[in-house]
């Protein structure tokens, strides 16, 4: 049974570039929850979602970030024209359901240069 | 200020010694998460424990959960050099286990 598995682990993009990190669940998970860790720093949650839905993107930044969950494949989180303060290790979780363990990905460290 | 707070920020021990670290919060939660992180990795999950429970074990590890005081503790007893690594505690406010807040960390280090 395959854990979570995030793509890629790392990436490197230039300012003003889009960055796409993808997030395949385990199998039977349908919750996603994205993450951002900066550096010396605990993770901050971001976005929750099930299949085809947004439930919670109060964690957000209003602007250039945007995520998916579509009926099929993985789980996307978008961010557009990048700028050097999104660089950071970007985590999922998922889990099978509200209030049961949620399992971390290895993460995608995203550097801007 | 963080919803979970770990102390001490840095840890440590000689192998063999154990480790303590605690973590503080300031709202009522529904469960208390503690996770793993070794360097430039992805997170380990270690124990989660509820709000109607006041100790849990697993292996080497014990937390306990002192709601009255909001706070919690991870025990490592006979602490390894592997056990070299970032400890999270997370908590979750709602009944979501996968949204948590996440304190930043006790570094601990085990010197063989």
């Known amino acids: 049974n395959a854990g979570v598995m995030q793509n890629p682990r790392h990436l490197v993009r230039r300012r003003g570039q889009e960055a796409r990190l993808r997030c395949s669940p385990m199998?039977?998970?349908?919750?996603v929850y994205w993450y951002r860790q900066l550096p010396e720093e605990g993770l901050k949650f971001m976005v929750y979602l099930q299949k085809e839905n947004i439930i919670d993107e109060s964690g957000m930044p209003k602007e250039r970030f945007s995520a998916e969950f579509p009926k099929e494949g993985p789980s996307i989180l978008r961010i557009q024209q990048v700028v050097r303060g999104d660089s950071a290790a970007y985590f999922c979780a998922t889990s099978g359901g509200l209030n049961t363990e949620a399992f971390f990905g290895q993460g995608t460290r995203l550097t801007v240069v | 200020s963080q919803q979970g707070e770990e102390d001490p920020q840095a840890l440590s021990i000689q192998e063999g010694e154990n480790a303590t670290m605690n973590c503080s919060y300031k709202t009522s939660i529904n469960n208390l998460q503690w996770y793993r992180q070794n360097s430039g990795r992805g997170l380990v999950h270690l124990i989660l424990?509820?709000?109607?429970?006041r100790e849990k074990h697993s292996g080497r590890l014990r937390v306990t959960l002192d709601t009255s005081k909001k706070s919690s503790s991870l025990l490592i007893t006979a602490s390894r050099a592997a056990d070299t690594a970032s400890y999270f505690c997370?908590?979750?406010?709602?009944?979501?286990?996968?949204?948590?807040?996440f304190g930043d960390g006790t570094t601990l280090t085990v010197k063989p």
């Open positions: 997370a908590t979750d406010v709602e009944t979501n286990a996968g949204k948590s807040t």
């Open positions: 199998k039977g998970h349908s919750h």
């Open positions: 424990i509820r709000s109607n429970e």
